[in-house]
């Protein structure tokens, strides 16, 4: 049995390797400008964020994309850093203070503009060894959210 798996895994490893191959071709041809930073912006912002026009909310676990979403935001718009807090959903084993300042360090947002976090009971069976919680970014900015949710309409349209 564990010959097979072996195999089978193989098989997907290798699979795994051509597509980043392919990858590293495609992205020969990128170039990352304005144009490219606000269509990257908006389509995130349009998968992950909040759609209460009461400012920006976005939430991710994935720490690449948290940095995507606040650089992008960060080079089209004058954030004012004041205006930016963020918030962790964390289950109740997690050592807040740890996981607070780890998203510090990622987001650039200093722990003091952290809201108090929240905590998911768990049952303690299953525990993700390196899970960061999910981080919740709020920017108190309500014509920014319009106007990133007004290019995200406009870019669907292209398509549609």
């Not at 990257?40 to 690449?64: A, V």
């Not at 650089?71 to 109740?92: G, P």
């Amino acid at each position: 049995m564990n010959k097979g798996h072996d195999i089978l895994r193989g098989k997907k490893l290798k699979r795994l390797e051509i597509a980043e191959e392919e990858a590293k071709i495609l992205l020969k041809k990128f170039s990352c400008n304005q144009s490219v930073n606000l269509a990257i912006l908006t389509m995130i912002y349009e998968c992950e964020g909040g759609k209460d026009d009461k400012g920006i909310n976005f939430s991710n676990s994935d720490p690449g994309l948290i940095i995507v979403f606040l650089s992008t935001l960060r080079s089209l718009f004058k954030v004012d850093e004041n205006r930016l807090h963020a918030l962790v959903h964390i289950h109740d084993y997690h050592d807040e203070d740890e996981i607070i300042k780890y998203w510090s360090s990622v987001t650039n947002i200093p722990v003091h503009r952290f809201y108090k976090s929240f905590k998911k009971p768990s049952d303690h069976k299953f525990k993700k060894a390196d899970y960061k919680g999910c981080l919740h970014i709020y920017y108190g900015d309500i014509h920014v959210y319009r106007v990133i949710r007004a290019v995200a309409k406009k870019l669907i349209k292209l398509y549609i």
